[in-house]
């Protein structure tokens, strides 16, 4: 049965509740506000979502399980409330010797405050891998909201069971087409010199 997952890991460690697999590197859905300050939301595919102590949040919006992870192979949508800024890392090709470029929200660090670590693959261009820092707030609210019909129970000690998890990776697939509207014979044909569709397709 298809049913949205929230958990609340505020209390937690980020990233060692929203980590990768050995085998498998997440994809990261960014989004590059003028001010990152406040709420900042991103996503992710093929992510491992460790869930041995949030059972009791789990149970409560009725979902079982018995293992400690669980493997999302859709979307997870996270939510960080509190932000003061950020810290990103682009690395093109090989992470140790690729070109790496990057981009910073200001922030002041202060005691109490949190930082909430992960990457993966970027997924607007091909070859970048992404690494995120956020800063938040010592009362922030961090959640990871998810279908359970895109997840799977993976025992991260088990061969079977990783097997079974990867079997459902989804493999985000970039483009090299310029799209419709780049291209000048379809554009012309559909605006024509306007900004107005004309005719459908």
């Known amino acids: 049965m298809k049913m949205k997952l929230t958990l609340d890991i505020s209390n937690k460690e980020f990233d060692s509740i929203l980590g990768a697999d050995m085998e498998v590197t997440p994809t990261v859905f960014l989004n590059f506000p003028s001010d990152i300050r406040g709420v900042y939301e991103f996503e992710m595919t093929n992510a491992i979502v460790n869930i041995y102590d949030l059972n009791e949040q789990i149970e409560k919006q009725g979902v079982q399980t018995e293992d400690d992870s669980l493997f999302v192979f859709g979307k997870i949508k996270v939510r960080i409330e509190g932000v003061k800024g950020a ?111 004309i005719k459908s397709e």
């Open 87 to 197: 810290d990103f890392e682009f690395v093109e090709g090989n992470s140790h010797t690729g070109r790496k470029q990057y981009h910073t929200w200001p922030y002041t660090i202060n005691k109490g405050d949190v930082v909430c670590m992960c990457g993966g693959k970027l997924s607007f261009l091909s070859g970048y891998y992404a690494s995120v820092i956020v800063v938040a707030e010592g009362k922030q609210k961090i959640t990871l909201t998810f279908d359970t019909d895109e997840a799977v129970p993976i025992d991260i000690f088990n061969k079977d069971s990783i097997a079974q998890a990867h079997s459902k990776v989804i493999e985000y697939a970039h483009t090299s087409s310029p799209g419709k509207l780049f291209d000048f014979n379809f554009f012309q044909d559909h605006l024509s010199t306007g900004r107005e569709v």
